[in-house]
């Protein structure tokens, strides 16, 4: 398959303004448009635009037309023109109808944020599960808005908005477009199935997973490295790790298990990439423990939190036992610390501090471990046996008659799932 995702060709720097609407939904919802807007200006940067200005407005509603006002639209030409910026960057989600009424009036490329997060990961995706899953997503994304990015794709010099499918098949009629995506769909289940073989091999193997997950830019990756010694792309930009990378991580106890770093959340993630993505973030579903990183610096903590909160609740991983790791404490004032909760199941670190990393990995053993419990088999019951390794680790074996007592500190998520089939062996005689 010949697919142009994640290539780059020499072109001109995008120069832009950034645009944000603030309507009445926006204020109910509880978004922060400031921190929104923030938070696009990183975006923008980490696509390698050069942002030149940043234009807000408040309305009641958005303009059916035009998004923003017509008198705005006036102050974003005259801006665009003072400044000599080539594209126009909206916070918020546009109809194709809307691109083509603004690009008609501006003459201006433009992009909105679900653009903008589609461009970046068309930048990152280097395995081939990556590949597909973001061309799915932009075909996803673009397949109702072909008619008001047609002036968008045929313009010179690439950039953001342009990478990915390519402008000849986005030019191409709808019909070619959805077989693309079910040819895309098709190439994603055969990858997602070899996917969930390998899950289910890492299980019967009684591999224990432990995944990470946060708001991008939380510290997942540097975590990652350091608690594993891996060799992973680390970058202070947001959306850095895309491809999920698990490595073996080995506790006090001398146990190994695997530790997955996932692609980091954002609030208004396009629901084409989530749906996209699903099969790598269903990762986390598979684990046994969830570690949720904070960026225990920033302003809009409580905000982020949420964001993965719910994104977990949408991957029906909600419910999993989970560790909240206030990383980059060393960033944070005292006031900050203070406000920061604790007790059981969080944890203040630094990603860099070794006591902290060593208290992680023994956070990490004592909620995965269990109760020591022992067990009298029959030596002839070699089906309940395999049980019994598959719930922890065997500490001790002895033999009485025709039985084998085993003494084992069980893993707590292996003992709810398979325990109930040694109800009738628990031996009680101590």
């Known amino acids: 398959m010949t697919n142009s995702t994640h290539e780059t060709s020499t072109e001109m720097k995008d120069k832009a303004v950034l645009?944000?609407?603030?309507?009445?939904?926006?204020?109910?919802?509880?978004?922060?448009?400031?921190y929104s807007l923030e938070e696009l200006v990183k975006l923008a940067e980490t696509a390698g635009v050069e942002v030149l200005?940043?234009?807000?407005?408040?309305?009641?509603?958005?303009?059916?037309?035009?998004?923003?006002?017509?008198?705005?639209?006036?102050?974003?030409?005259?801006?665009?023109?003072?400044?000599?910026?080539?594209?126009?960057?909206?916070?918020?989600?546009?109809?194709?109808?809307?691109?083509?009424?603004?690009?008609?009036?501006?003459?201006?490329?433009?992009i909105d944020r679900t653009q903008l997060i589609l461009d970046i990961f068309a930048q990152r995706a280097h395995t081939r599960e990556g590949i597909i899953q973001v061309e799915l997503a932009q075909h996803s994304y673009l397949l109702p808005r072909l008619?008001?990015?047609?002036?968008?794709?045929?313009?010179?010099?690439?950039?953001?908005?342009?990478?990915?499918?390519?402008?000849?098949?986005?030019?191409?009629?709808?019909?070619?477009?959805r077989g693309r995506i079910n040819d895309l769909k098709r190439q994603l289940?055969?990858?997602?199935?070899?996917?969930?073989?390998?899950?289910?091999?890492?299980?019967?193997?009684?591999?224990?997973?432990?995944?990470?997950?946060g708001y991008t830019n939380a510290g997942k990756s540097t975590l990652l490295k350091q608690l594993?010694?891996?060799?992973?792309?680390?970058?202070?930009?947001?959306?850095?790790?895309?491809?999920?990378?698990?490595?073996?991580?080995?506790?006090?106890?001398?146990?190994?298990?695997v530790l997955t770093d996932t692609v980091g959340f954002i609030q208004n993630l396009p629901h084409e990439l989530v749906a996209a993505f699903r099969a790598t973030l269903e990762e986390v579903n598979e684990a046994d423990l969830i570690l949720h990183v904070v960026d225990a610096s920033s302003t809009m903590r409580?905000?982020?939190?949420?964001?993965?909160?719910?994104?977990?609740?949408?991957?029906?991983?909600?419910?999993?036992?989970?560790?909240?790791?206030?990383?980059?404490?060393d960033a944070c004032s005292p006031e900050q610390l203070q406000m920061l909760p604790t007790g059981k199941g969080?944890?203040?670190?630094?990603?860099?501090?070794?006591?902290?990393?060593?208290?992680i990995r023994e956070l990490i053993q004592e909620e995965l471990t269990g109760d020591t419990v022992k067990f009298r088999i029959p030596a002839d019951r070699g089906d309940i046996t395999s049980v019994v390794y598959r719930i922890g680790d065997v500490i001790e074996t002895a033999y009485d008659e025709n039985d084998v007592i085993y003494e084992v500190q069980v893993q707590k998520g292996e003992y709810e799932k398979h325990g109930y089939l040694l109800n009738d062996f628990i031996d009680s005689s101590d």
Do not use: C
Not at 82 to 106: H, K, M, P, Y
């Open 147 to 177: 008619s008001g990015h047609g002036k968008n794709l045929s313009r010179l010099g690439g950039g953001i908005g342009t990478r990915g499918p390519g402008e000849s098949k986005l030019e191409t009629d709808r019909r070619h477009i």
């Open 302 to 329: 409580e905000e982020q939190m949420n964001v993965v909160e719910e994104l977990l609740q949408e991957l029906g991983a909600s419910d999993k036992p989970q560790i909240v790791l206030f990383n980059k404490k």
């Open 53 to 110: 200005s940043v234009i807000s407005q408040n309305r009641e509603t958005p303009d059916s037309k035009w998004f923003i006002g017509k008198g705005k639209v006036e102050e974003l030409r005259a801006a665009a023109e003072e400044l000599g910026a080539t594209t126009a960057i909206f916070d918020q989600e546009l109809s194709g109808a809307q691109v083509r009424n603004l690009e008609e009036s501006l003459d201006l490329k433009i």
């Open 189 to 213: 289940e055969e990858v997602t199935r070899h996917r969930k073989l390998h899950r289910e091999r890492r299980k019967k193997s009684g591999v224990i997973q432990v995944a990470l997950v």
């Open 228 to 257: 594993t010694y891996a060799d992973v792309y680390i970058e202070n930009q947001l959306f850095a790790t895309l491809d999920p990378t698990s490595r073996t991580m080995e506790l006090p106890s001398g146990k190994e298990i």
């Open 346 to 359: 969080y944890r203040k670190i630094s990603a860099f501090d070794e006591p902290d990393l060593l208290s």
């Open 19 to 34: 645009v944000s609407l603030v309507t009445d939904e926006v204020k109910r919802s509880g978004l922060n448009p400031e």
